[in-house]
């Protein structure tokens, strides 16, 4: 059974820095692009980034990239986002996402998502 | 950067059939993917490549893409059918996932 679970979310200041974990099991993570996915509260999908098979392929989102980044470590089965510089903006239920193949494709699977919360 | 639009909400009465349009410039020569997102629940892969269903997804459950708008057809509606439904594609020529804004069906 294909399970994904994100940590490392909680409320944190403007400006400061969090780094999103996710847990992958019941599949070769290895064989997949995985992705971050978000949901302002009330809000619809935004898609944030995207990593593939061996990380040699990674984008971002117009609203995060500069400030997110993301990783993968397929000895830990684990995908990571490591996000700098913190906006109320970026306040969201964070969805971590398995695709359906080795590159960018569509989402097979979804965890069920770490809250970020962003205020003073 | 590509546009996918949606409408904000649809209503239907159970039973009959519930059409979600999601348009886009020439989203025809785009592969289309479909989630459904129930309350407070993660989404779920309801229709993939335009029209493919995964196991599990009711037959009741279809998908079209010709020209600028791609269409999920819900046959007999059924009140567990309520819920939020996004579309997806892949642009290549931006290496960006996009969602459409999502439409609410509502089941009256």
């Known amino acids: 059974e294909v399970q994904l679970v994100e940590s490392g979310g909680g409320l944190v200041q403007p400006g400061r820095s969090l780094r999103l974990s996710c847990a992958a099991s019941g599949f070769t993570f290895d064989d997949y692009a995985m992705h971050w996915v978000r949901q302002a509260p009330g809000k619809g999908l935004e898609w944030v980034s995207g990593?593939?098979?061996?990380?040699?392929?990674?984008a971002y989102a117009d609203s995060v990239k500069g400030r997110f980044t993301i990783s993968r470590d397929n000895a830990k089965n684990s995908l990571y986002l490591q996000m700098n510089s913190l906006r109320p903006e970026d306040t969201a239920l964070y969805y971590c996402?398995?695709?359906?193949?080795?590159?960018?494709?569509?989402?097979?699977?979804w965890g069920q998502g770490t809250l970020v919360t962003v205020s003073s | 950067s590509y546009v996918l639009t949606q409408a904000t909400s649809v209503s239907v009465a159970p039973g009959q059939t519930a059409r979600i349009t999601c348009g886009g410039n020439n989203i025809g020569s785009k592969s289309v993917h479909w989630y459904q997102q129930r309350p407070g629940q993660a989404p779920v892969l309801v229709v993939y490549d335009d029209s493919d269903r995964p196991s599990g997804i009711p037959a009741r459950f279809s998908g079209f893409n010709s020209g600028n708008t791609a269409t999920l057809t819900i046959s007999w509606v059924e009140a567990g059918d309520e819920a939020d439904y996004y579309c997806q594609v892949w642009d290549s020529s931006s290496d960006h996932v996009v969602f459409g804004g999502g439409t609410k069906l509502t089941v009256l």
């Open positions: 990593i593939n098979w061996n990380s040699g392929s990674i």
């Open positions: 996402a398995k695709d359906i193949s080795g590159d960018p494709d569509y989402f097979h699977y």
